[in-house]
T-cell receptor, first 114, second 118 residues
């Protein structure tokens, strides 16, 4: 089955620690995205990648880093510079190009700070 | 820049009845797409329906239809024959159709929590 997987489902971070959230897709989509969702709010874009080895900052990129070494994978690292990382993180992908570029989402990772 | 406004934080509907979830938007882009997503308590965002700004007809997808009024800048979601499984958070989102880079990002509203009553 084609889809987007995210792991882990829950992640705990200690003070000063970097953690990495995994996102994998087998939809053969070119574009991938990372969003952050805080309680009772909509999604905000952290980073976006249109093709391998290329990515761009979204609205709230500070304290986060990404890589795109493979088309299928777009991991997100939450660094110690992100002072308020507790949130729900959603990864999405889209086929790239075209007028109707629907983004499809993974199941999400909930990050909590210890 | 785009902005999405969803003014109903919570809505209740009786099972089997229809419900309308409001969405208004603001954009300077001449061409744009409007999307509705459903987020159940599990957290995953599920794509429901899409409307292009140039589409002459309102989009429909099963029990979902989009009441698109371009002059009013509104894109309300109508769910017919509500089911208990429709209880979820619903998000309206938009993006410009022909921009590049991060301008292609989706802009989301704050969502409406729909509860279907038995």
């Amino acid at each position: 089955d084609g889809g987007i997987t995210q792991s882990p489902k829950y992640l705990f971070r200690k003070e000063g620690q970097n953690v990495t959230l995994s996102c994998e897709q087998n939809l053969n989509h070119d574009a991938m995205y990372w969003y952050r969702q805080d309680p009772g709010q909509g999604l905000r874009l952290i980073y976006y990648s249109q093709i391998v080895n290329d990515f761009q900052k979204g609205d709230i990129a500070e304290g986060y880093s990404v890589s795109r070494e493979k088309k299928e994978s777009f991991p997100l690292t939450v660094t110690s510079a992100q002072k308020n990382p507790t949130a729900f993180y959603l990864c999405a992908s889209s086929i790239g190009g075209g007028a109707q570029e629907t983004q499809y989402f993974g199941p999400g990772t909930r990050l909590l700070v210890l | 820049a785009q902005k999405i406004t969803q003014t109903q934080p919570g809505m209740f509907v009786q099972e089997k009845e229809a419900v309308t979830l409001d969405c208004t938007y603001d954009t300077s882009d001449p061409s744009y797409g409007l999307f509705w997503y459903k987020q159940p308590s599990s957290g995953e965002m599920i794509f429901l329906i899409y409307q292009g700004s140039y589409d002459q007809q309102n989009a429909t997808e099963g029990r979902y239809s989009l009441n698109f009024q371009k002059a009013r800048k509104s894109a309300n979601l109508v769910i017919s024959a509500s089911q208990l499984g429709d209880s979820a958070m619903y998000f309206c989102a938009m993006r410009p159709l022909y921009s590049s880079g991060s301008a292609r990002q989706l802009t989301f509203g704050s969502g409406t929590q729909l509860t279907v009553l038995p």
